[in-house]
Structure formats: structure tokens, C-alpha cells
């Protein structure tokens, strides 16, 4: 096997360039020069920015390009109405249609350099169509993009009725992870026997925990606590997703939280375009961000990432998959942008959403590991930050899925020759 030769990668943590050699869609060796045969293909990547791929770990496949569905628009702006639309709309669902919209919205995040998504798939429903329709692509995508899911209730696991047994029947379906979503469950009683459930099925099927928690500015929304202490009983790889009303409450509460956060190993994800969007209706002014406390997670040493969350659906009206769009946002909101943070956010679009998807021991530009990666026009992680620098190449299993020419620059003035 002749291979593949990456020439002039500009790798994290490395001062010279260095080459990436590639056999039969996996990392060989990575130095600053490979000698290899004649017969070995070699790509110039010409300096630029290699990165293991994006990481999206949250999004909702299943809604995207609804908002303009009939009786879909979201009039307030809030969740709980974007909750509501979706109710109301979602009955004339098919696999079919299901898939023609997700697969648009993975062909926009695959361009902008994502090859691993964690997405919700709305279970409250009971011919479980969204489940269906997102497994069959999971399995048909697997050679472009790595798809984790999530039986997710939207309408809740007590509010909507055989919720709970519906989460657990699409975990025998196949589902990778278990949803679920406290604070809208009708009542602190159901939220928080939603949250010992969803821990349940985790051990009782071995699966991984993604709940969407306490997403409301409500600083006594607080099933994260319950989920913390259940994680650190049971050990279980739990996620806590939004976690809004983490920005509301007051810093002795968050201090002592922190210290359990740890112990539980427990990973957040913040999705800041929507959640800055969504978040803080009801105040006047001053008006809250919505988001977690993303910059403290991050100074404590807890897992945290970013996630684009909607593309054109009820609860968002924009998205397009780009990360580097919502990692922009996210640093900006959550004032982190010492020199030293931007030199490492890109860590939350990519490492640390893939510890959240719990796919460490493949992802990553290391010997042994899938040929995946991507290269950003940029020489260094704060030109890509600062520049909002575009993915030009994506390399799955070491072959291209897209490469992008140069964008033709004529200057026309004397100024701007
Ligand atoms: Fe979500």
C-alpha cells in the first residue's frame, strides 16, 4: 500500500509544519518529514491550519428547515413557544421527508468541516417516525459522518403520556444516548423523577446521558444538581445540555456546584447563538445572556463545548451549521477572549465536543487513529479565530470529501494592490 502523504500541515502544539502519512484510511505516522516511495501520493497543504474535524454534539436533525413550516413560526421567540409549534405541527411527519431535511443540514455542517454529530431525535411520538428516519441515516452516512442519538421527549417523560417508556423503547431501538428535559416537565415532582429515569436506563442499557437541563433563565431550575449527584452514584458518562439558569443563579450556589460538576466528570454544552436568542424574554433591562457559565466551567477544568443546536427551525430561525460562526458568538458572550483562550477555542468545537461524544480513542491526528481531519485557511488557531477562518479541505478515512479552491482576489484600486 502505497499511502498518502500530507505535506506542510501546521499542527497544534507544533512550531515546524510536519507531514502526515496515511495508509488504508488511517494515521501512520505524523513528523516532520516521513520518508516514503516514489509511488506515495503527496498533498501540499501549504502551511494551513490542520485540525481534527468539528464536532457538533447538539443538534436536532429531525427539526431542521421547519420554521416556515404552516402554523410553525414562533411568534414570542421563547423555548416553551417553539415548544408548543412543534407540538402542534408535527403530526404529518414521514421517514422520508424526515431525511430529505437532514441530510441537507449534514451536507451544510459536513462544508463547514464537522464529521461528528450528536443529534436529538423527538421521541414523543408513538410510531417513533424521527427515530427511524435518523437511525437509517446514521447507518447510511457512516462513511462521511460520525451520527450519535439521543431518545429524546420533547414533550416530556411524564408531561406527554408513555414519554418514559418511549425514551427506553428507542434505546432498544438503538439509540446511542438518553434525553430528557426536567424543566419543562409540568412539575418539579415529574422533572425530577424524569432525571432518575433517564440514569435508570443509562445503566440498565449502558448507554451514554444527554439531557437537556434547566434551559430557562428560572434561577431555581436546577435538575442539574439531582443529575450531578446521580452521575457521581452511578458513574454514569452523563452530559448536561444548556444549563441556562447556570447564568442566573447566585455565585455561592454555582461555587459549590462546580466542585460536584468535577467529581462527576459531567460535560456541558452550551449552544450560544440560540440560547442568547431564545433566553432572557421575560427580563427588561438589563437583560441576561442566557447562556451557562461557559468561561468558569472552562477555568475549573470541566468539559465544555459549543453546538449550533437548530438550523431554521421553531426555536431558531437561523443556523447553517457553520461552528465557526458559533464558536465566534459563544467566546464573545461569554467574554473569553484573552490571548490565551483564543489561542485554544477551537478546542470547544472540536476536542472537547468529542469528549462529550465520548469518541476519544477515535478522534484526533495521532498514529493509529481514523485518517480524519480538516484544514482551516489560517496559520494559526488565533488568525483562524480572528479572521473567522473558513474550512478549506475536510479528510475522512484519508480521502477528500471536499477540498476548496482559492477565492480569487483582483485588487481593483491602487489602495488595495
Ligand atoms: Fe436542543
Known amino acids: 500500500m502505497a499511502g498518502k502523504k500530507f505535506i506542510n500541515a501546521k499542527l497544534k502544539g507544533y512550531n515546524e509544519l510536519q507531514e502526515i502519512l496515511v495508509e488504508d484510511g488511517v494515521f501512520k505516522a505524523i513528523a516532520p518529514h516521513i520518508d516514503v516511495d516514489s509511488d506515495c501520493e503527496i498533498e501540499d497543504l501549504g502551511g494551513k491550519l490542520t485540525l481534527p474535524p468539528y464536532v457538533d454534539p447538539h443538534i436536532h436533525l429531525d427539526y431542521v428547515f421547519t420554521a416556515r413550516k404552516q402554523g410553525a413560526t414562533n411568534g414570542t421567540g421563547t423555548l416553551f413557544e417553539g415548544i408548543q409549534r412543534w407540538s402542534e405541527t408535527k ?250 483562550e483564543m489561542d485554544n477555542c477551537l478546542d470547544l468545537i472540536t476536542v472537547n465536543g468529542a469528549k462529550t461524544m465520548n469518541i476519544s480513542d477515535i478522534y484526533g491526528i495521532e498514529a493509529g487513529k481514523p485518517a480524519n481531519f480538516i484544514v482551516v485557511d489560517a496559520r494559526s488557531e488565533f488568525e483562524a479565530v480572528c479572521e473567522r477562518a473558513d474550512v478549506v479541505a475536510s479528510v475522512r478515512n484519508g480521502e477528500y470529501l471536499f477540498k476548496k479552491a482559492p477565492v480569487a482576489f483582483e485588487a481593483l484600486s491602487e489602495f488595495m494592490a
Open 91 to 340: 403530526s404529518d411527519l414521514t421517514i422520508d421527508e424526515i431525511k430529505a431535511r437532514a441530510i441537507k443540514a449534514v451536507k451544510m455542517e459536513v462544508s463547514h468541516g464537522v464529521q461528528f454529530i450528536r443529534t436529538h431525535a423527538d421521541v414523543t411520538d408513538p410510531n417513533l417516525t424521527a427515530l427511524k428516519a435518523l437511525l437509517e441515516l446514521k447507518e447510511e452516512l457512516k462513511d462521511i459522518v460520525t451520527i450519535q442519538i439521543v431518545s429524546f421527549p420533547q414533550e416530556g417523560m411524564y408531561s406527554y403520556k408513555d414519554g418514559d417508556k418511549l425514551v427506553e423503547e428507542g434505546l432498544k431501538m438503538g439509540a446511542d444516548c438518553v434525553g430528557g428535559i426536567p424543566h419543562f416537565e409540568y412539575c418539579r415532582e415529574f422533572g425530577e423523577k424524569s432525571i432518575h429515569k433517564v440514569v435508570e436506563l443509562a445503566v440498565k442499557y449502558d448507554k451514554l446521558i444527554d439531557v437537556h437541563c434547566d434551559e430557562s433563565d428560572d434561577p431555581m431550575s436546577r435538575f442539574v444538581e439531582l443529575l450531578t449527584a446521580l452521575s457521581i452514584v452511578e458513574g454514569t458518562k452523563t452530559t448536561a445540555s444548556h444549563t441556562c439558569s447556570l447564568g442566573s443563579v447566585d455565585n455561592s450556589y454555582a461555587f459549590r456546584m462546580m466542585k460536584n460538576f468535577k467529581k462527576a466528570g459531567l460535560n456541558f454544552i452550551s449552544c450560544p447563538t440560540e440560547n442568547i436568542y431564545l433566553q432572557g424574554r421575560q427580563d427588561t433591562y438589563p437583560k441576561r445572556r442566557g447562556l451557562t457559565r461557559v468561561k468558569e466551567l472552562y477555568e475549573n477544568g470541566i468539559n465544555v463545548c459549543f453546538a449550533q443546536d437548530s438550523i431554521q427551525d421553531p426555536w431558531y430561525p437561523a443556523g447553517n451549521g457553520n461552528l465557526m460562526n458559533v464558536l465566534d458568538n459563544g467566546i464573545h458572550i461569554a467574554q473569553m477572549m484573552s490571548f490565551e
